[in-house]
T-cell receptor
Framework: AQSVTQLDSHVSVSEGTPVLLRCNYS??????LFWYVQHPNKGLQLLLK??????LVKGINGFEAEFKKSETSFHLTKPSAHMSDAAEYFC????????????FGTGTRLQVTL | DSGVTQTPKHLITATGQRVTLRCSPR?????VYWYQQSLDQGLQFLIH???????AKGNILERFSAQQFPDLHSELNLSSLELGDSALYFC?????????????FGSGTRLTVV
């Protein structure tokens, strides 16, 4: 079984300040982990993915995430928030093999204020 | 444009009716996944097809069915529609079935049942 827990449903930051979106995962095997972003009335866009290579993963738009097996965490960070970062962010875990599926967290809504 | 095409983008229909949602995966991708996004349930996995074969089922109702055709496009059929079926339905594709190379989502079909 696999699951993800996004620890914050809402995060509010000021423009130019760091962003931290927290995610813990549970998986009975080595997981693949993803962060997706969904802007209002838009589809899901892949920000970054971890698939057992480097533990620090760099994604698009300045986002990065660090896989910490000892803490079962995969937190998403960005040094400086932009207004355009305001969106819903989903932490996702994937199964393995040809019968895989994605299990989504409940999402974190990021608000960026001036 | 993600490369995954979903049609129609919007659909309004009455209770008791049947609709078909269509998904064309990204060129070269063999796997198609269907997800339902609703306000109360979040993003829920429905079903996964790999190269024409059903590989995994999630929280898919018996009133719902899907298939993947030889050209790899997929259709999700929803019948005896109820108000609670109103949601955003996403299709995602991947090269393989294990997510190693990530998943690409379409922009979704918004279904409104009235």
């Amino acid at each position: 079984a696999q699951s993800v827990t996004q620890l914050d449903s809402h995060v509010s930051v000021s423009e130019g300040t760091p962003v931290l979106l927290r995610c813990n995962y549970s998986s009975s095997y080595s997981p693949s982990l993803f962060w997706y972003v969904q802007h209002p009335n838009k589809g899901l866009q892949l920000l970054l993915k971890y698939t057992s290579a480097a533990t620090l993963v760099k994604g698009i738009n300045g986002f990065e995430a660090e896989f910490k097996k000892s803490e079962t965490s995969f937190h998403l960070t960005k040094p400086s928030a932009h207004m355009s970062d305001a969106a819903e962010y989903f932490c996702v875990v994937s199964g393995t093999g040809t019968a895989s599926k994605l299990t989504f967290g409940t999402g974190t809504r990021l608000q960026v204020t001036l | 444009d993600s490369g995954v095409t979903q049609t129609p983008k919007h659909l309004i229909t009455a209770t008791g009716q049947r609709v078909t949602l269509r998904c064309s995966p990204r060129s070269g991708d063999l796997s198609v996944y269907w997800y339902q996004q609703s306000l109360d349930q979040g993003l829920q996995f429905l079903i996964h097809y790999y190269n024409g074969e059903e590989r995994a089922k999630g929280n898919i109702l018996e009133r719902f069915s899907a298939q993947q055709f030889p050209d790899l496009h997929s259709e999700l059929n929803l019948s005896s529609l109820e108000l609670g079926d109103s949601a955003l339905y996403f299709c995602a594709s991947s090269v393989r079935g294990d997510g190693l190379y990530g998943y690409t989502f379409g922009s979704g079909t918004r279904l409104t049942v009235v």
